[in-house]
C-alpha cells in the first residue's frame, strides 16, 4: 500500500511551498512538509535548523546532526531547512531552543500541535 498525502495548504492558508531539496526533506522525501496518515510524527513544520536545535534535539534523543548515510540521510548543519515533527518544534519552543519557521512551508497539520502564534513569533518569513 502507498503513502498518501495531504497537500497542499500551509498555517497562512495558501498553497504549500517547497522546505528543502537539498537536503531533501519531508516524510515523503518530496521536498515539502506534506503529511499523511502515514506520518505519526507529523512532519509538517519547516524550520531553518539552528546549532542551539541541534544540541537541544540530541539531548532529547534524536540526534540530527550525524549522517546515517544507509537511510540517504546527510545530517543536518545549521542553516539547513527541514521539515521537522511538530511536536518536538513545540518541545524546543517550550525549552526556549525552537529553530526558525518558514510558514509559507510550514503544513496547516503542524497546528493540531503547535499553535499559530507561536509559529509566527518564530517566522523567517514575512506574511
Not at 99 to 122: F, K, M
Amino acid at each position: 500500500m502507498y503513502a498518501r498525502r495531504v497537500e497542499g495548504t500551509s498555517v497562512l492558508g495558501g498553497p504549500l511551498l517547497p522546505c528543502s531539496v537539498a537536503p531533501i526533506t519531508g516524510f515523503f522525501r518530496d521536498g515539502c512538509c506534506n503529511t499523511g496518515p502515514e506520518d505519526l510524527g507529523s512532519h509538517t513544520v519547516c524550520v531553518e535548523v539552528t546549532a542551539a536545535f541541534l544540541a537541544f534535539s540530541q539531548r532529547a534523543g534524536n540526534d540530527l546532526a550525524t549522517a546515517v548515510p544507509e537511510y540517504g540521510f546527510p545530517g543536518l548543519q545549521p542553516g539547513d531547512r527541514w521539515c521537522l515533527c511538530a511536536p518536538r518544534w513545540e518541545q524546543a519552543r517550550r525549552a526556549g531552543c525552537a529553530p526558525p519557521v518558514l510558514l509559507e512551508a510550514t503544513h496547516l497539520g503542524a497546528l493540531e500541535h503547535c499553535s499559530l502564534a507561536d509559529l509566527r513569533a518564530h517566522a523567517l518569513d514575512a506574511e
